[in-house]
């Protein structure tokens, strides 16, 4: 039963939705109000329809903007930072099983440090969110990054010879910070685009390690993690996410959520940068 206070504003919704939809199909523009004379009374109509041609203009400028934004998350997506990660002494030493011990053994024991407030930056999301399909994907996202980081900590550091790590690197503490802060006090958008470049970027990245790496490569046990098709599906949802809820935002906000997302890409690049300098 819908209350008498909301009738008027759902017979405003309907009659706006009437006009725009006479627009579009006519093509042909209403009809202004006529003002009145200054002697005869202003009927109690004309607020009404001012207030329905308003709403219309408005309705048409979103969806002007919409069409101008074809494909958020492929202009989001930066060649320039994947070529450098691609190209990078680490990429590179890892693809030919040439990179040093010393460079792997810092990235691994701080990725771990990372995955934790990854985790925690996942969960913070997740509480942020109303029930539905986004909400579940990111509370499996938050469930299968507690199992990572057990197969990490007790499988991949005793196989690399690894020690754990209890204080996180320069780099690695900007960065989850950085995600930390952002999860609790940013708007949901700004979140995603925070956080997808370690499926989105890295996981490209990986993937391209994974495609061209040596036989017999001595780190071929973590770069198999980039081939799991599991990893691959998330990644391919997560931009199907961001694209969508890509729809409703302004210029202004797409472009201020590019910034969240070149952001953590910087600090990927870096995380490797730091690697190869630990190396040396």
């Not at 909301?6 to 006479?22: D, E």
């Not at 057990?150 to 690695?172: P, Q, R, Y």
Request: hydrophobic share 35%.
């Amino acid at each position: 039963m819908i209350s008498k206070k909301c009738k008027p504003l759902l017979f405003l919704t309907m009659f706006s939705s009437v006009v725009l939809a006479q627009e579009i199909f006519s093509k042909k523009s209403l009809p202004q109000p006529v003002k009145p004379e200054k002697d005869s009374v202003v009927s109690v109509k004309e607020p009404f329809i001012r207030l329905v041609m308003e709403n219309r203009q408005e309705m048409a400028y979103s969806q002007r903007e919409l069409e101008e934004h074809p494909k958020f998350t492929a202009k989001l997506w930066s060649k320039h930072l994947y070529k450098k990660m691609l190209a990078h002494e680490f990429s590179k030493g890892l693809q030919k099983g040439t990179l040093s011990k010393k460079a792997f053994r810092h990235y691994l024991s701080q990725d771990i440090l990372y995955l934790k407030d990854d985790l925690r930056a996942f969960e913070n999301l997740a509480k942020r969110l109303k029930k539905g399909k986004q909400k579940s994907f990111f509370k499996q996202i938050c469930k299968d990054l507690v199992e990572l980081e057990k197969v990490f900590d007790k499988e991949l550091l005793k196989k690399f010879n690894t020690k754990k790590a209890h204080k996180k690197s320069k780099v690695i503490k900007k960065y989850t910070s950085f995600l930390l802060k952002t999860s609790l006090h940013e708007q949901v958008f700004y979140i995603y685009c925070a956080l997808l470049p370690c499926f989105w970027l890295y996981g490209k990245v990986g993937l391209s390690i994974y495609q061209k790496s040596v036989k017999n490569n001595p780190y071929a046990d973590w770069i198999e993690f980039y081939k799991d098709e599991e990893f691959l599906t998330y990644t391919k949802k997560f931009i199907k996410i961001v694209e969508k809820s890509s729809k409703h935002l302004s210029k202004k906000e797409l472009k201020n959520a590019k910034r969240f997302f070149i952001k953590s890409c910087k600090f990927e690049l870096a995380f490797f940068d730091e690697a190869i300098k630990k190396g040396k």
